[in-house]
Antibody, heavy 119, light 110 residues
Framework: EVQLLESGGGLVQPGGSLRLSCAAS????????MNWVRQAPGKGLEWVSS????????NYAESVKGRFTISRDNSKNTLYLQMNSLRAEDTAVYYC????????????WGQGTLVTVSS | QSALTQPPSASGSPGQSVTISCTGT?????????VSWYQQHPGKAPKFMIY???KRPSGVPDRFSGSKSGNTASLTVSGLQAEDEADYYC??????????FGTGTKVTVL
């Protein structure tokens, strides 16, 4: 059974940093691209970032480019999101999601971790 | 990349059908057959419902179907059931390993 478990969320001041983790199990982690998707309170889903299975190729939404860094440790089956220069508008539940193999779509999602940026 | 446009709400009685539209551009919805749909109940993570415009993952009832014409994709839920009441989001590949989500539609079962 595929499981994705995010952690690392919390309250941080504007301008601060936070690192999210997503522990994966139930599939060959290194074979699949992974993504971060966020949802501000009461708002819709927003794609944040993706990383290839080997960790070589990364992509970011314009809203986080230059501030967020996605990475993965395939030896630990763990996905990361380093978030720097955080702003109030980054407040959201952050989900990690697995990309379906051989196509495009996000077939498994974690339960999410809440990041609150406030003074 | 701008969000894909969905109607804020849609509704139907049990047993009826409801169709949700998702309008993008030739750079996303119109340019690729990589539209997916997600169902989200309050306080829960999204659930994968449709991919590649019209394919259903294992376990998704065949009451859910997808289609696309030009820059607009659609999700139809037939034979509405109480448990179908949820928010629905479309998503499209937008090139260069980027994705864009729709604005979301709240489906109410009357």
């Amino acid at each position: 059974e595929v499981q994705l478990l995010e952690s690392g969320g919390g309250l941080v001041q504007p301008g601060g940093s936070l690192r999210l983790s997503c522990a994966a199990s139930g599939f060959t982690f290194s074979s699949y691209a992974m993504n971060w998707v966020r949802q501000a309170p009461g708002k819709g889903l927003e794609w944040v970032s993706s990383i290839s299975g080997g960790g070589i190729t990364t992509n970011y939404a314009e809203s986080v480019k230059g501030r967020f860094t996605i990475s993965r440790d395939n030896s630990k089956n763990t996905l990361y999101l380093q978030m720097n220069s955080l702003r109030a508008e980054d407040t959201a539940v952050y989900y990690c999601a697995k990309k379906i193999g051989g196509s495009y779509g996000l077939d498994y999602w974690g339960q999410g971790t809440l990041v609150t940026v406030s003074s | 990349q701008s969000a894909l446009t969905q109607p804020p709400s849609a509704s139907g009685s049990p047993g009826q059908s409801v169709t949700i539209s998702c309008t993008g551009t030739s750079s996303d919805v119109g340019g690729y057959n990589y539209v997916s749909w997600y169902q989200q109940h309050p306080g829960k993570a999204p659930k994968f419902m449709i991919y590649e415009v019209s394919k259903r993952p294992s376990g998704v009832p065949d009451r859910f179907s997808g289609s696309k014409s030009g820059n607009t994709a659609s999700l139809t839920v037939s034979g509405l059931q109480a448990e179908d009441e949820a928010d629905y989001y479309c998503n499209s590949y937008a090139g260069s390993n980027n994705y864009v989500f729709g604005t979301g539609t709240k489906v109410t079962v009357l």
